[in-house]
């Protein structure tokens, strides 16, 4: 019990402390779990639907789907179809979003993310609805998972330090552009698999990554709208501490530096009372010299 009270206490700090990996993470597993606590409730009851109320955080290949559900650009990025779908996500998340804060910052990993996911999908509906190998699937095709949103965040640190050096286990130290390329290139050859949606997401991840890091090196955020966005909507604008008016009051015969010396005077008076106290205890300070002292410790 003290363990599992420690542990949840020590997510709870990790969370305060505004550390965006550990908060995405915890919201992807979140939702995961949730999905899974109202399916299992769905099939314990016996009641209709079954999975098919996920469609609507599912980002859909249809426009026509899209503009009836348009919050699904958003929560799909936050849903996943099983247990080893989010772990490998979320291990990339970790690794590359750690590595990806040592270049940029949390803000930009934060907007990041979510322009990752919205490239992802607006690729994803693209071609699906512009090439026709696809058209007979627009219908009944749905996108979800964290991938393109991680792949953009990949790619952007390997434009940023391309040269940099991560190790892999039974693979040795390989550079991350070599990395990032791998990917990218894997993603091309499987674009006609069973997984072609997923796959046409991650190039758009994996896009949107590129033309952030690029432009950032020109001076342009391309993450500034969506950390605005997100601020507003949680309310950060309310938060931002603003500078109180200045007071002037006239007519007040008291000088700053008649103050200032009188705070001085103060302070150079309770440090001879201290001074006395460490050489000859309590019981020699004389009665105003207490009442001094007992007044700054109430400060």
Known sequence: MAADSRFITNLKENFRRGDIV???????????????????????????????????????????????????????MFMHAGILHILFNMLWLYWFGRLFLNFFSARHLRGLYVLGGIAGAVLYMVAYNLFPYFRDAVAFSYLLGASASVLAIVVATAVREPDYSVQFMFIGTVRLKYVAIFMVVLDLLFMTADNAGGHLAHLGGALAGWWFASGLVKGRDLTRWINMALDFCSGRWRQTPRKPKMKVHYGDKEKDYDFNARKKARADEIDRILDKLRKSGYNSLTEDEKKSLFDASKK
């Open 22 to 76: 550990t908060q995405l993470i915890y919201i992807n597993v979140g939702v995961f779990l949730l999905v899974a606590l109202v399916n299992l409730f769905l099939t314990l009851f016996n009641m209709g639907g079954g999975q098919q109320w996920m469609n609507y955080l599912m980002f859909p290949a249809s426009l026509e789907r899209f503009i009836r559900q348009p919050w699904s650009v958003l929560s799909y």
